[in-house]
């Protein structure tokens, strides 16, 4: 029997990547905690394939073509959530998408990009979501950001370390603007979570693996269900008093000082 601070029913969300990797598995956790749903993702297939499953639930889903990185769209799929749903409850704002290169030579226009997919995609989110819950006077947005956004990577990821570093700003600014008014925001910060680009990376340098592992003491990676638990906490009444935290989901690694620890945990003292 779950408790009833967990319960969602009744209750609307809308996320972005839900056709795949952590947006769906928080948008599935939405539902079987009880909310309806509204899917954005530039990949409309694979976003209906989630509101399939979640009807099969018992829960509404529509699922929208929406590229984060385009304002108009993200405000546009608001809109039709309106004329759907006539609510949003629960924003989860996890699409978008970094670029690597070396920073003194990498484009402007590559920065401009990121910006465009991570900050100002979740920004219109966020003031999209965060109108209509001050209207409500009750709401919880929930940004993806990264462990990038706390300490740098490296690797040529200067640009999306930028951005999630600005995620997790916008989020601290906007819980500060407006939990009086009712309106909660936090951030989850995880680290390296198991999809498609990061085993196609680690195919093609499998000395990544060890690197990544060496960084994480629990010994393993994360899998997209592991944000379940987290965002369904955020989402609902169990973290009433939780705003402006910025959370890792990250086995560990944000705790460990690479440079000084030895990676793995106990198995490293004999
Ligand atoms: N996987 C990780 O290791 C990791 C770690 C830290 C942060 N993140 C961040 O979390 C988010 C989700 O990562 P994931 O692992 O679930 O990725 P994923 O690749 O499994 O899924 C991303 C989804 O977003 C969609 N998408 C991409 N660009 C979009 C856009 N412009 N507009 C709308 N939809 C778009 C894709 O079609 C896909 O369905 C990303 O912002 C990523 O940077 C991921």
Redesign the pocket.
């Known amino acids: 029997m779950s408790h009833p601070l967990f319960d969602l029913s009744g209750r609307v969300a809308v996320v972005?990547?839900?056709?795949?990797?952590?947006?769906?598995?928080m948008s599935l956790g939405f539902a079987e905690s009880g909310a309806d749903l509204v899917l954005?993702?530039?990949?409309l297939e694979?976003?209906e394939d989630t509101a399939q499953a979640i009807s099969k639930l018992g829960r509404k889903a529509i699922a929208l073509k929406?590229?984060?990185?385009?304002a108009g769209q993200v405000r546009a799929a608001y809109s039709r959530t309106d004329s759907e749903f006539g609510r949003v409850d629960i924003a989860g704002n996890?699409?978008?998408?970094?670029h690597t290169g070396r920073p003194e030579e990498i484009e402007l226009a590559v920065v401009e990009k990121v910006f465009k997919?991570?900050v100002i995609?979740r920004f219109a989110a966020c003031q999209e979501a965060g109108r209509r819950m001050l209207a409500q006077k009750r709401g919880s947005i929930i940004n993806?950001?990264?462990?990038?956004g706390v300490n740098s990577l490296g690797r040529g990821h200067t640009p999306?370390g930028m951005a999630?570093g600005a995620v997790i700003q916008m989020t601290r600014e906007l819980s500060t603007e407006w939990s009086g008014r009712g309106v909660r925001v936090n951030c989850i910060?995880?680290?390296?979570?198991?999809?498609?680009?990061?085993e196609a990376r680690m195919q093609a340098r499998p000395d990544l693996t060890t690197t990544f592992l060496g960084g994480i003491p629990m010994g393993r990676?994360?899998k997209?269900n592991d944000i379940k638990g987290l965002a369904i906490f955020l989402a609902s009444d169990a973290s009433s008093w939780v705003t402006g935290a910025v959370i890792p989901l990250d086995g560990g690694n944000l705790a460990l000082n690479a440079g000084g620890s030895y990676p793995g945990g106990p198995r490293v003292y004999g």
């Open positions: 972005s990547g839900a056709a795949s990797g952590m947006g769906k598995a954005l993702d530039i990949n694979g976003a929406c590229d984060v990185s385009d996890v699409a978008g998408e970094g997919n991570l995609g993806l950001g990264s462990i990038g999306y999630m910060v995880p680290a390296q979570v198991m999809n498609k680009g990061l990676f994360g997209p």
